[in-house]
C-alpha cells in the first residue's frame, strides 16, 4: 500500500509536508535558532538576516524560532486528538452497530444530537469551563469529532456486519470483540482514515483558532495561532510577519486533508490499475471477484466488502 500511496502525487505531497513537521518537532526539542521567548526591543521587526531567518516581530522575538518550536503544539495536538477521536468513534460505533436494537437507536439519537454541535464551538465551551490549556483543546477536540466518526462510520460498520463472512464468523463462535476488531474496523478502514486524517486537520485548526481567540495554550506554549493573533494588528505595515504562521497552518491542514484522501484511494482494491483492467472482462464492472477482492473472499472476506467508503450512510 505504500507504493501505491506514493504514486500518488497528493500522497507524495502529504508524506512529504508532514514528515517534515514531525522532523521540526523532534529538531526544536534540542535546538532552536534563537530563544523563541526571549524578546528584544532594540531589534523590533528586523528584516530576515542570517541571525533572523523570518525576521523579527513587534517585541523583538525571532519569528523561525517560534515557529519552530510551535511544530510541537501542533503535533502534540494533531495525535493526541486523532487519538481520542479514533477511540471515541470505534467504541460508539460498537454501541450504535453490535447491541440490541433498543441500544443501537439510542446511540442513533444521542449522535445526531452530539453532531449538531460544531467542533469549534465544543472547545471554546469545555474551554470556557475548565480554562485555556492544550490539554483541554486535544480533549475537547478529540471527543467532539469521535462523535461525528461514529456518525459517519455507524451506516458503514452496520453495512459490513449484514455481509456473509461476518454472519459466518458469528455463527462459529467469534465473539462481538472479535467480530469488531477481525472484520469490521479492518474493512472499513479506508473510511475511518479519511475521518482520523479530517479529525486532526480539524484539530490543528480548532488549536489554532482557540489560541487565535485567546482559549487555547497557554502564554508559556509556542502556538502559530497565539503567534498569528499578535501579528495580525501589523499585517497592512509588516504583511510577510503574519504569512509566516499563516502559511504554516494552511500547509498542515491541506497536508493532513489530501493524505487521508490518498491513503482510502491507495486502501481500495477497486482503485488500482490491475483491478481496472480485470474489471473490463468483467464487463466493465470494478471490483468484480477477481484480483485483490478475489483474495479477500478467498481468505474469508466478502469480496469488495471493504471498499465501499461512501460516508454519511445511515441505518
Not at 177 to 189: D, E, F, K, Q
Not at 227 to 234: E, F, N, V
Not at 247 to 257: D, F, K, P, Q, R
Amino acid at each position: 500500500m505504500i507504493r501505491r500511496l506514493l504514486a500518488r502525487p497528493t500522497g507524495v505531497f502529504a508524506v512529504v509536508v508532514l514528515g517534515l513537521l514531525v522532523v521540526l518537532a523532534l529538531v526544536s526539542l534540542v535546538w532552536t535558532p534563537q530563544d523563541p521567548f526571549r524578546t528584544d526591543p532594540f531589534r523590533q521587526w528586523s528584516g530576515p538576516s542570517a541571525a533572523h531567518w523570518f525576521g523579527t516581530d513587534a517585541s523583538g522575538r525571532d519569528i523561525a524560532s517560534y515557529l519552530l518550536a510551535g511544530t510541537r503544539t501542533t503535533v502534540l495536538v494533531a495525535v493526541g486528538s486523532g487519538v481520542i477521536a479514533s477511540v471515541v468513534g470505534i467504541v460508539l460505533t460498537a454501541v450504535g452497530s453490535l447491541t440490541t436494537r433498543w441500544v443501537r437507536e439510542g446511540t442513533a439519537v444521542l449522535l445526531d444530537i452530539l453532531v449538531a454541535f460544531p467542533t469549534l464551538l465544543t472547545a471554546m465551551l469545555l474551554t470556557a469551563v475548565f480554562g485555556g490549556s492544550l490539554g483541554v483543546v486535544v480533549v475537547s477536540v478529540g471527543l467532539s469529532f469521535g462523535v461525528t466518526i461514529a456518525r459517519v462510520a455507524r451506516g458503514e460498520i452496520r453495512r459490513i456486519a449484514r455481509s456473509d463472512f461476518v454472519v459466518a464468523a458469528r455463527a462459529s463462535g467469534v465473539g462481538p470483540l472479535g467480530v469488531l476488531t477481525r472484520h469490521l474496523v479492518p474493512n472499513a478502514a479506508p473510511l475511518f482514515t479519511v475521518q482520523l486524517s479530517l479529525a486532526m486537520a480539524t484539530a490543528v485548526l480548532a488549536e489554532a483558532g482557540l489560541s487565535y481567540l485567546g482559549y487555547g495554550a497557554g502564554s508559556d506554549t509556542a502556538s502559530w495561532g497565539s503567534m498569528l493573533a499578535d501579528l495580525q494588528t501589523y499585517v497592512g505595515v509588516h504583511p510577510w510577519s503574519a504569512a509566516w504562521p499563516g502559511a504554516a497552518i494552511a500547509l498542515v491542514v491541506a497536508a493532513l486533508s489530501l493524505l487521508g484522501d490518498a491513503v482510502r484511494d491507495a486502501s481500495d482494491p477497486r482503485l488500482t490499475t490491475g483491478d481496472r483492467a480485470a474489471g473490463s472482462g468483467n464487463g466493465g464492472r470494478p471490483g468484480g471477484p477477481t484480483g485483490h477482492d478475489a483474495t479477500r473472499g478467498a481468505a474469508g472476506g466478502a469480496p469488495g466488502s471493504d471498499a465501499a467508503t461512501t460516508p454519511g450512510v445511515t441505518a
